[in-house]
């Protein structure tokens, strides 16, 4: 992309006009006034994501061979109890008594001290105000802002310095300790003063009732990870009961947000790609490893961070997993390949950094986690998360069903262990629990290591012990004549287990808001010709088809050219409309539509063609064959334009503008 | 494919019992007991229904130019207040006040009147009990019928030509009809023989809140045009106000099916591929019916149904438009286009027809509508509706927001018109409504002719009229001086309208089912090896890489030729288990695999490899290139096996059983 971009001031107006005014998307519902968090993607919108889906599938589902599913979005509710959602996913939200306002306790308190932040440095004349007011005033119209007004109030340094380690903990303080916080720096409702409710905790699922008679609860999924858990066995089987191996899914995830705001960033309804690596716990390394370990990566590592800090370590991955700052092999073998799909799609490298979560801000499955980060206008967003889920899910959805999920190892060498089991006298189970003895079967079955302890004890103790099941009334008791509970040694020829889940999970929209972000540029002879800079293979459309005039002597040659490219699969659009190709092309700059084909006179004598490049208005000229095999070797196979159009001649032409 | 399908019979049992060992879906959290109508897709099944959608759009999006969006799944109330989904998009649901079981009248009168004609069957003679009883069985257990058991009771032939003629309009009744159909033939619990509740109407979609305060209510869309109707004016501008076009989205729906059964026919979270034809209401002509007015399709028309009969009319899209069959042209293109679709993804061309819907099924707003239907295990099947919604939705949407959703043509030749205008006296109308006034301007202007009238008459009565607006509070009054009301005859040189829709909408999960059923076969030398015949281009996996043996001499060309068709993006799996060769094909025959490459060591020697083709298990030798490239032509470009491989040499191996 040129060099342009980076030269000129980003301005975030500008780019939300031009991606308003060619409709890559809209609010939802605008025609009823809208539903905040809820955006349309219109045609060039759609089709980017179209693209960007279809390179992840590349990227990784086949260069990987991962399973990939379509699980469906309404969940019952026993579901997602048990995976932990119905009682941890929340957000904390205050309210106002006197007014209604609903606020999300964290982001007021973000708010707030940012602005009283900046209010310090314009009292301390570091920053001028008109600039600070122009900003601020952008920043409410578009970001919904609860703070209306900067007050230039100086703070001691001791506060400043306090709001701001505040500040780089914010995502890890618990319900309790905003509240604290609140109370502590006096945060009211930022408009009328009134004082807030203490943070209660809001779920963030959709909730809803399946069938008809409304008594099975469920709700929209947080996101796609549980349906794939939930098949664990089915793919472990289809993938020949080899390990480790990778499942994968696309689609919709839903989450109701208190008050979303920033656009793309924070949405109820979103896009999702995740992938669960299932892997062994106690061998985590990657047999591709090797390929990626020389990529060098941008680390951000809680340690840095704990200590208030913003300082990343720029080194290799190989080394990164070598000194212990990533994990294992698989995590950073992932790590490198999100980078390398980032890459491909248009991310600038150096706006994304991986940030590791610290941990009071770790989801309540995780054991470690990184965040791809990309910069933005807003700040360093969270794009993709990678995370090390451990045997938590696997573990907590097999022990409420009482379905084993796990991986039967043979063993090339037989292992001696020493262990606690339980011994039924199955023919005493029926008399004494009728129909429900399968289940307590089942149960007694299921019991780990330290239950057996446990209830060993109380035999010994007491010749007996006493226990409830979910779903049979009252509590039962067991004898010695029912149940022994010995330690025991044997040698295995198989190990159980069940698997860790590494997990890379892709929030598409803000992905592609970055990219918005970091591709957009004007060009220098004016602030009103914007460029976004997609790489073709994911701009929306490829070719822009431009006749000279609506002449009808050059619709032939349209036509034939439509044709081909329509043969070919190459997305295209022709724009016969009467307005300047300078103009035509100044349209096209803002869809990202990397060439331009011009038709003239002289194509319908020779055939010959022109052939645009986007960022560098470069031109070249060859037979419709050349033309569209550089277009496809350039869009499809990544060849540079020097390299793909070296065949074709440069083609002057006077200054766009005036044509 | 082969001729053997066709000849053999068909078990529905043996594919289900494929599609489930393979993995192509399964029921939903079956590991929680499983939610009906809820399905995933495992690996085959979600990567065919990927390659469905991507046919899809290659063959309806880029081909005709459409605009793809992607629009919110999450409706707010307001939106489908207005379409009409709130008040009609239901369903009758009749409850056993006793047991609480709930059940869908249609549905129930179907099937009771069903087991009664087979009772009567029986009972003549003309069914053998053991075949019937069988077959009924095997209906219970796949679809949870409610009618337990067939009594052979014989019944008067006038009664038996009474329950056909029923059956024939089933989906055409209203609740109070099917109320009375349940009395007049008295229909109850089929299991308790309790009497059921009168059909109440029960409203299929699932309803959520959006937001914290839990205020807005909203639902899951069930369907996804009206996210389409809603952007219209910005695909209008979008595409430079040219007229006709097209929209497209690709997305999930949902509907909270009473009782669903079937399988995959009936489910309530569901894949839809929509198009939103936007055309000139006095001119439904197609550019493009040329290219398909020659094109044979099976036609059941109204008129035949309402006759009691079944018989279709063959004929050619051409003479269907020309004879008015088929009302227009884009209606007929669309009909043309949808069978091509079809065919190309592996329907069978023999079980596909176009019914009309008849006058008392058409959904509300419908003026006429063809649905594609595949011939199933379970009979006909609506895979593709083709309505033509007429300006219905623009209409109450317009309405209700007082937005303008029109197109204005510029006219060669201006039209004199005369028409009722109102004329307002802005200046007074402020100091009157205060904040109101735009509202009541809005309002005041967007009257209809048929208003216009009617307040006219009320001014020239008493010089004042009286109404009401949503969202202003009590009645209003003008006189006068406020407003004119007046017959004006005026030049238009421009001409405004409401586009009619025409709307092709695809479920891809029926269809998917249907193709499962159309392709699958079993091998004449055996009933347990099933074959699924897809087309190459929507197989879920093209190549299975089959080692001999697991001897290491054949792994280097083993990792050459995956390092090649990952290159060419040819999905493959390898399969280098131990199983006999017979044994890997077998399992890939039922995967739907078209191609199978068997590396031996003549391979290593030459470097020649084996290409099987699935369907007539014919093999052909020849170097790796050559190979690779007969399956990318047979593939991609459609070519037939004949004639992408005369290249090579035919190889003749012994049967494959004995392997």
Redesign the interface.
């Known amino acids: 992309m040129s060099g342009e971009a980076s030269t000129q001031e980003f301005s975030r107006e500008t780019l939300e006009n031009v991606l308003k005014r ?2 890559f998307f ?1 609010p ?5 006034g809208g ?2 968090g ?6 060039p ?3 980017f ?2 693209n960007v889906i279809d390179i992840w ?2 990227h990784f589902v ?2 990987d ?1 991962m ?10 509710y ?2 997602l109890k048990t995976s932990g959602h119905v009682d941890k996913f929340s957000d904390w ?1 205050c309210r106002d008594l006197k007014t ?1 306002e ?1 606020f999300r306790a964290d982001h007021l308190v973000e708010e707030v001290l940012e602005s009283r932040l900046k209010g310090d440095k314009e009292a301390r004349g570091l920053v001028s105000n008109a600039n600070a007011d122009a900003q601020e005033e952008a920043d409410k119209k578009k970001r919904k802002k609860k703070v209306k007004e900067i007050k230039a109030v100086k703070l001691d340094d001791e506060v400043v310095a306090e709001y701001e380690s505040v500040l780089a903990q914010i995502d890890g303080y618990s319900g309790e300790e905003l509240g604290e916080l609140m109370v502590k720096y006096d945060i009211k409702n930022p408009v009328t003063n009134e004082p807030l409710e203490a943070p209660k905790p ?1 779920n963030l699922m ?8 409304g008594q ?1 609860k ?1 709700y ?1 999924r947080p996101e796609t990870a549980q ?1 794939q858990f ?2 664990f066995n ?2 472990y ?2 993938n ?1 009961l080899k390990m480790p191996f990778a499942s994968a899914a696309i ?2 995830s ?1 989450r ?1 947000e ?2 979303p705001r920033a656009g793309l960033l924070r949405v ?2 979103f896009l999702m790609a995740e992938i669960e690596h299932f892997v062994d716990p106690e061998n985590k390394k990657h047999e591709r490893f090797d390929e990626v370990k020389d990529l060098e990566l941008t680390f951000l590592s809680k340690e840095v961070q704990q200590a208030g800090l913003t300082t990343p370590t720029v080194t290799t991955v190989g080394e990164a997993v070598k000194t212990g700052l990533v994990d294992n092999e698989t995590l950073g073998y992932f790590l490198a390949r999100i980078y390398q799909f980032l890459i491909k799609i248009g991310v600038d490298s150096t706006r994304l950094r991986f940030r590791q979560h610290m941990a009071n801000e770790m989801a309540h499955y995780a054991t470690d986690c990184w965040d791809a980060e990309l910069q933005t206008s807003y700040g360093w967003i969270e794009c993709v998360g990678c995370a090390d889920r451990s045997a938590y899910d696997l573990t907590v ?1 097999a022990n409420k ?1 009482k ?1 084993k999920l796990v991986v039967r190892q043979k063993l090339d060498t037989p292992r001696v262990i020493t262990q606690y089991e339980i011994e039924l006298e199955k023919k005493k189970f029926g008399p004494k629990f009728r129909k429900d003895a399968p289940i307590v079967e089942k149960w007694l079955l299921s019991l780990s290591q330290d239950e057996l302890v446990k209830y060993r004890e109380q035999l010994q103790a007491s010749n007996s012990f006493k226990f409830t099941i979910d779903g049979i009334e009252g509590e039962q008791e067991l004898d010695s004549s029912f149940v022994k509970i010995e330690l025991v040694t044997k040698t295995e020829h198989v190990r159980e287990y069940t698997p860790n889940v590494i997990e890379p999970s892709f929030g598409i929209g803000r992905i592609i808001y970055s990219i918005f972000e970091h591709r957009f540029w004007t060009r220098a002879e004016s602030s009103e010709r914007g460029v976004l800079s997609f790489p073709p293979i994911v701009a929306p459309t490829k070719v822009l088809l431009v006749p000279l005039s609506n002449n009808e002597e050059l619709q032939p040659i349209v036509k034939e050219i439509s044709r081909v490219l ?1 043969k070919e ?1 190459i ?1 295209f ?1 022709v724009d016969d ?1 009467g307005a300047s190709i300078g103009k035509r092309y100044a349209r096209n700059d803002e869809l990202g539509t990397p060439f331009g084909i011009t038709i003239d006179f002289e194509s319908v004598k020779d055939g010959s063609i022109t052939l645009r490049e986007r960022d560098s208005t470069k031109q070249v000229r060859g037979d419709v064959k050349s033309i569209i095999q550089a277009i496809k070797e350039i869009t499809y196979d990544g060849i540079n334009w020097e390299e793909g159009t070296k065949e074709l001649t440069p083609f002057e032409t006077k200054a766009e503008d005036d044509e």
């Not at 939802?28 to 009823?32: R, V």
């Not at 809820?38 to 045609?43: A, N, Q, R, V």
């Not at 959709?206 to 008679?213: K, L, Q, R, V, Y």
Request: glycine share 10%; charged share 25%; hydrophobic share 35%.
């Open positions: 060619r409709f809209a939802a519902f605008e025609l009823y539903v905040s809820l955006y349309d993607y219109g045609p919108g759609c089709s994501q179209a599938r590349k086949l260069e061979d399973l990939e599913v379509d699980t469906t979005m309404l969940t019952p026993e579901v939200m209604g609903i809001f959709f909730e809803t009732a399946i069938g008809p008679s099975l469920g929209l349906g939930l098949n089915k793919l089987d289809f020949n689609g919709k839903f109701n208190i008050s109820r309804e959805h069903t379905e329509r699969q997305p659009k409309s």
